[in-house]
């Protein structure tokens, strides 16, 4: 089956603690767009919001810069603000024409030149609404889970009416969604039964992947979530584990245990990728399974990753950098510094993007 997915999806991470259970709030369909949006203040508590489009100043705002000591340091980038005042900016995706962010309140898209932010999915009140656990896109869709909803949904790429894929109770994590060809896959817990589930991506009855509890005395739960063509990975950082399953479902296996606080994933053609937040560590690991590798340590608080077909890339929170890693190892490169709080992270075949929780930017650096 020739594969629909366009994007390399990515992922962000809060350091707080997760949202909590309450009542299922989603309608199996909604109109998105402009209607029933408000204004989010900024950081400074300025307005944000033009009839439900994001705007920047004109030409956005740009800056070159120099890598650090050590990696390809001779390499000139330049950095580009694609979008601001996306409220507490998060989870993030991209394809071949967009970026894709999950925010507080609103789901959006900016092209990868920069230009005009459009808000594909919002909702009204506030506080009813958040895409921050997990985001994808392929060629018809953006897919994410909504912890606030307490839903997994869809809307066209173009924007539309976003359709719910599957009620849940509680979705564990921040960076909690992948998708492959067929199917949307996320951890959920509904009522004692933790599961990784997946559901078709035109809808259907969702499926328990995994036979045992995700929570074991209500404290274990997939917090990153990645997918290839014949297993789910996940992050568990109260079990300290890196874990996969069949995606038909089946015995869960450890890739890797004794983890200290485990949080983005990614996966390529042979090893499974993943940051240690408390350890201040990249690590990897092959998917047949192996002893693990780290590949960086002595970061500050690495959150997304993501990887392609030559480098690791990472956002590192308390340091506010953005860097790469041969995927073999090697030496770190600083693809950005003096960022507020880089989160979600994403690559295509030239440039990276991440998000801001603090700074509520979006960003991009090129070259990679």
Known sequence: ???????VTAIGLALGGFVGC???AAQDSSEAGEGGERDVGAPDGGSTRDGGIHRLPEGGSSDSAVDAPGGDST???VTLTLASMLLHAGVIAVDSTSVYCGTYDSLVKVPLAGGTV?????????DKFTVRTGLAVDSESVYWDDNTAQAVLKVPIGGGKTTTLARTAYLGGYFNLAIDATSVYWGDETGSLGAVRSVPLGGGAPANLTKTKLRKAMTDYAVAVAVDTTNVYWTDPNAHALLTVPIGGGATATLASGL????GIAVDATRAYWTDITAGTVMSVPLAGSKPTTLASGQGTPLGIAVDGASVYWTDESAGTVMKIPRDGGATT??????GAPWGIAVDATS??????RDWTLMKVTPK
Do not use: C, F
């Not at 089956?1 to 994007?7: N, P, V």
């Not at 600083?334 to 960022?339: A, D, R």
């Open 1 to 7: 089956m020739q594969s629909r997915i366009s994007a």
């Open 352 to 357: 990276v993007y991440w998000s801001d929780d």
């Open 118 to 126: 459009t808000t594909l999915a919002t909702n009204a009140p506030a």
């Open 260 to 263: 200290k606080n485990p949080g």
């Open 22 to 24: 309450g009542g299922l």
């Open 334 to 339: 600083t693809l950005h510094s003096g960022s």
């Open 75 to 77: 390499v000139e980038r």
